[in-house]
């Protein structure tokens, strides 16, 4: 029976099969270091030949045994002998010297494997195939080049904060509108961000401290929702739980708190506050609108949404949310639709310029603030699941990510400005002081961000592990 492709010699009754034609071998060398002190790895590919010699044959039948030999078997017995010729090479050329060298350290491997051949009746034929391949060496130069164009893009700082600074933001190209939002996050003072998780409160700073945990107590049940509000000219947090609702001046000081009349499961989704007409607005799946008198904490009568609400948020004298597909707005008079589109919102945003409207389809509109008509429409690939603001020095863009992730930082037009890298799979999203929260998707870590270290996390919060619940929401 004739010899298959992987075989090199059969043995049986009958006498001795061996291969009469050249075979072609590859062969893995174990890394080695270089002079200069980079990780080495290469493979070799040549033709071996039982040399057709009865003395050369029964050096082979010594050497290889048994009755199957086969090329896997020939590999195994030459590849470890061929790492002190590499180690020789290596250690005489530094890197890039090795990699430029491949012809000189073909030559040096042929002759190690003729000398390992003429021991075991195998004959090495030329040319061969040299994969020379140094992964430390490119990550150095990868690093370098990483360097190189940060150094550039610094060298453009000046001029794109001038611009900034002038009013032409929207004139930079994106590469330098997504630098001058680096910078100007980087600069921007520190800020907290606030995380619910079961009935706890906990303050992140961004930085490499622990979250702390308010020491305050929020009788509402399980918390579902929290936001910063703009009260009497400071800022709040408002705070939607199982039971009701509680607005936080002071997180050392008790809260005012707005309950709900009757009992539910479910929670307050969002609130948001009409400090115009001093009322209180909270979004309830089976409630729909919730109000209550901001000064005297007295219920007020519900109001029907046409789907269920979410994305609270104030807007001159009156409140905004969404409704599936559709912006609502919520005041004195009622609820009414005044845009509608397609797809679900992932986010509602008013901006001193507009108002944004983010859709899980991948659309970004903005409606005039006044009249909410449509403007503008931006559409990104890939489609969103959550969405955040992020704005410094006259710079507004969002941050927005699919529900597996990436992270990107893009302009209201739609433009990439940045990109997020180091978190599988984003929940929820907010930014503060300058840097970029993103809750996990199993709700169980909060990774943080600097703006000009895009790369990965700053810092990965285990918050289940601290208090034993899930996060519920950020701001």
Known sequence: MPLSPTEFARRGVNGVVYRDAAARLTLPIPPVVTRDGHTLTAEVQASVLLVPRDADRALFDEQFPGPLVTLDGVRQHVAPRLADAARVFAQQHDAQQCLDGRGAFAQLVLAR???????????????????????????QRAAARVSAER????????????????????????????????????????????????????????????????????DLGPLRSIRRAPVDGGERLVVGGQRGVALIGDPAGPPAVYRLATASDRGFNSAAIDSHTRTLYAAHSEIGIARWNLDSAETMSPLAAPAAARWLTPLDERVLFAAGGAVCVADAGGVRTVAEGAGPIVGLHVLPEAVVVVRAGGTIEQLDRATLRPMTTARREGGFAVSAVVAAGGITALAVAAADGPIDVVSLAGELLLELHGLAGVRMLACAGGRIFAVAADRQRVAVWQADRPEKPARVHAITAMVQHRVADIT
């Open 151 to 218: 150094l550039d893009a610094l060298g453009r700082a000046a001029d794109v904060i001038a611009k900034v600074k002038a009013g032409d933001a929207d004139a930079l190209l994106p590469r330098d509108r997504g630098t001058a939002l680096q910078l100007l996050l980087k600069q921007a003072p520190a800020q907290a961000a606030y995380v619910v998780a079961g009935p706890k409160l906990l303050r992140l700073t961004g930085g490499d401290a622990a979250p702390e945990a308010a020491a305050i107590e929020i």
């Open 113 to 139: 494997l003729n000398e390992i051949g003429f021991a075991c009746g195998l004959e090495f034929l030329p040319p061969l195939d040299v994969s020379l391949h140094c992964a430390s060496l490119e990550a």
